[in-house]
């Protein structure tokens, strides 16, 4: 049995359909070499052509890969890559990038003894949006402000009665943006966490 399909079914450059003796369908276009679909099989495109958006072109299936249409002239197949990677889309081609959003990746890292200052500026530069966790303490009045891209985002005050005290601040820092603690009384470095 041999069975063409496309629009005007005439045979040209139509899909063709054909079974042997034994009900093993095989599926080529005209003019290409026949693909097998056993019953161990889903389907086989190793040389198949696959239709594009507007009709012309096509991409060959690789095994694994994903067929995503582009939205302009043809589908795009992509490869799996890296474990946990996920398909992102610049707006004409898709590819296979590791995961974003904050956590992902990212570690905990303590800055509380090396690595922070206060009233010096940072610049987050990871590629993703981090979290700056810091208690500055004092013997006396302590205060303190967190500030973003030169903004004042949060501000301690703290007085003690009879002795020291802290505060606690929790900020997060967009990729790209700059960041600093500034002392305005008392204030000195007790605890400096960044998820980064």
């Known amino acids: 049995m041999t069975t063409t399909i496309n629009a005007s079914?005439?045979?040209?450059?139509?899909?063709?359909?054909?079974?042997?003796?034994?009900?093993?369908?095989?599926?080529?276009?005209?003019?290409?070499?026949?693909v097998t679909i056993s019953a161990a099989q889903v389907v086989t495109l190793a040389n198949a052509l696959l239709p594009a958006s507007g009709g012309t072109g096509g991409a060959s299936f690789?095994?694994?890969?994903?067929?995503?249409?582009?939205?302009?002239?043809?589908?795009?197949?992509?490869?799996?890559s890296t474990s946990g990677n996920v398909l992102t889309?610049?707006?004409?081609?898709?590819?296979?990038?590791?995961?974003g959003g904050f956590g992902v990746g990212q570690t905990l890292t303590n800055?509380?003894?090396?690595?922070?200052a206060m009233d010096t500026t940072y610049t987050n530069s990871t590629g993703k949006p981090i979290s700056v966790m810091f208690?500055?303490?004092?013997?006396?009045n302590l205060f303190a402000y967190a500030v973003i891209d030169g903004n004042n985002v949060e501000f301690q005050q703290f007085t003690p009665s009879g002795g020291g005290g802290c505060a606690a601040f929790f900020i997060m820092v967009p990729n790209g943006?700059?960041?600093?603690?500034?002392?305005?009384?008392?204030?000195?470095?007790?605890?400096?966490?960044?998820?980064?």
């Open 9 to 34: 079914n005439s045979g040209s450059g139509g899909l063709v359909q054909t079974a042997d003796a034994s009900g093993i369908l095989a599926l080529q276009t005209a003019g290409t070499t026949a």
């Open 62 to 80: 690789t095994a694994n890969n994903v067929l995503l249409g582009n939205g302009t002239s043809a589908f795009q197949t992509v490869a799996p």
């Open 89 to 99: 889309s610049n707006g004409t081609t898709w590819t296979s990038a590791a995961a």
């Open 111 to 116: 800055f509380s003894s090396s690595g922070r």
């Open 135 to 140: 208690s500055p303490v004092a013997s006396a």
């Open 177 to 196: 943006s700059t960041y600093r603690m500034t002392n305005a009384g008392n204030a000195s470095i007790g605890l400096w966490w960044e998820w980064r």
